[in-house]
């Protein structure tokens, strides 16, 4: 089953988020300091991923060529409105606000290297062992994401499960249009702008600047589409 650990990954961070609210209890000056923590080390991460880079002109120019199509496409305002239909259907905000902790988690669990990966290596080879992982990890940080966020966390296992499903989906026709070679190099662009946003989020949830994260978005496809491009114009002008 193709979906089976995209499956998984919803399940487990639906399942963290409900445990996750019944530690709502916890005062908050122990909430923002572990918001704080966990912010700082989406930030190490971000950092990391960023650094796998072979072709830094490229993640510049998928970073800004990315944010004016998500500006101009209102990604951010977009789910921003959905997380805040959410909290219209749920009665209003019970602990925290429902359309920041939806955006904040889907944006962390949707961009980084072990949600391609694993999505693809589900589509490739029916293998779901990065995904169970990345639901174990997702799992546990949904707890502390739903107990310092709200309820909201927990609806960001929809676009989760759509958002992997798709890449499973897609990625079992890939080897039609690129060779292992050329996908190798667009998982390392795409990890290294995905990174990027991750140092972004990171920023957001220390309060240190509001970023729209969300509208850099197409930076990811960008990012992917112009490694086979550059290397045919290195082909045609080298």
Not at 19 to 29: N, V
Not at 210 to 232: E, Y
Request: with cysteine; charged share 10%.
């Amino acid at each position: 089953m193709i979906l089976l650990g995209t499956l998984v990954n919803a399940i487990a961070i639906i399942a963290g988020a409900l445990l996750g609210r019944l530690l709502s209890g916890i005062p908050e000056s122990i909430r923002k300091t572990v918001m704080q923590g966990i912010g700082l080390a989406i930030v190490l991460l971000g950092i990391k991923m960023s650094l796998e880079t072979q072709n830094f002109l490229l993640v510049i120019l998928s970073i800004v060529i990315g944010s004016i199509l998500g500006e101009l496409i209102g990604i951010e305002s977009g789910l921003n409105k959905l997380g805040q239909w959410l909290e219209s259907k749920m009665g209003g905000r019970s602990q925290g606000s429902i359309a920041t902790g939806f955006v904040t988690t889907t944006l962390v669990y949707c961009i980084g290297a072990m949600a391609v990966l694993g999505a693809m290596d589900s589509g490739l080879r029916n293998n779901h062992e990065i995904l169970y992982t990345k639901a174990m990890l997702d799992g546990f940080s949904a707890i502390i994401f739903s107990s310092t966020l709200g309820i909201g966390v927990l609806f960001s296992a929809v676009p989760v499960f759509l958002y992997q499903g798709a890449i499973a989906l897609l990625s079992t026709q890939i080897y039609n249009f690129v060779s292992q070679e050329t996908l190798d190099a667009m998982l390392v662009e795409v990890t290294a702008v995905g990174g990027l946003m991750i140092i972004a989020i990171g920023i957001n949830i220390l309060e240190l600047k509001k970023i729209n994260v969300a509208n850099m978005l197409p930076a990811l496809v960008i990012a992917a589409i112009g490694v086979p491009i550059v290397r045919w114009l290195a082909v045609w002008f080298g």
